[in-house]
């Protein structure tokens, strides 16, 4: 099998994608209940609930857990990578977005006419990381069992 085809073939890699793009439609759902707005363009947006880098990380981290064992290093370390990538969507950049908006509003202050609108919505609450981080296994690991990979799907459809 070819390189190209391999990647195809990586169960992990699509559910674990497959989980982050459900949860940036998702956004779109939990945009409308919480605003009454449906806004398409949210799925481009980082922020909001539920995470999609959690999603995707969590995701990855079990498929790895299940098709290498849970015991191995490697899924030691997709763990590892899982909590640093969900602490800096909660920590580091919830503050970044926090001190966005607070620029905006000083500089909406001092200069009215200021068109100076940086973007805030950059992080996460921690129950949108909790969530995010459910959603990612949830999807990955029952795509992975009863379905298999992209390749195995194809094949389904073709035969």
């Given at each position: 099998?070819?390189?190209?085809?391999?990647?195809?073939?990586?169960?992990?890699?699509?559910?674990?994608?497959?989980?982050?793009?459900?949860?940036?439609?998702?956004?779109?759902?939990f945009n409308y209940f919480?605003?009454?707005?449906?806004?398409?363009?949210?799925?481009?947006?980082?922020?909001?609930?539920?995470?999609?880098?959690?999603?995707?990380?969590?995701?990855?981290?079990?498929?790895?857990?299940?098709?290498?064992?849970?015991?191995?290093?490697?899924?030691?370390?997709?763990?590892?990578?899982?909590?640093?990538?969900?602490?800096?969507?909660?920590?580091?950049?919830?503050?970044?977005?926090?001190?966005?908006?607070?620029?905006?509003?000083?500089?909406?202050?001092?200069?009215?006419?200021?068109e100076l609108n940086l973007?805030?919505?950059?992080?996460?609450?921690?129950?949108?990381?909790?969530?995010?981080?459910?959603?990612?296994?949830?999807?990955?690991?029952?795509?992975?069992?009863?379905?298999?990979?992209?390749?195995?799907?194809?094949?389904?459809?073709?035969?």
């Amino acid at each position: 099998m070819s390189e190209f085809a391999a990647l195809f073939d990586n169960s992990v890699l699509f559910w674990s994608l497959l989980s982050c793009l459900l949860a940036q439609f998702f956004k779109i759902i939990f945009n409308y209940f919480s605003t009454g707005k449906i806004r398409f363009g949210i799925i481009f947006e980082t922020g909001g609930m539920p995470s999609s880098h959690s999603a995707l990380i969590t995701g990855a981290a079990s498929g790895i857990g299940f098709e290498l064992g849970f015991d191995s290093s490697t899924f030691a370390l997709a763990i590892a990578v899982s909590l640093i990538v969900m602490y800096d969507a909660s920590g580091v950049r919830k503050s970044a977005g926090i001190q966005a908006r607070e620029i905006n509003k000083l500089s909406k202050k001092l200069d009215p006419k200021s068109e100076l609108n940086l973007k805030d919505t950059l992080g996460h609450s921690k129950f949108e990381v909790i969530v995010g981080s459910l959603l990612g296994p949830l999807i990955t690991l029952p795509g992975m069992v009863f379905i298999g990979s992209p390749l195995k799907i194809f094949n389904l459809i073709i035969n």
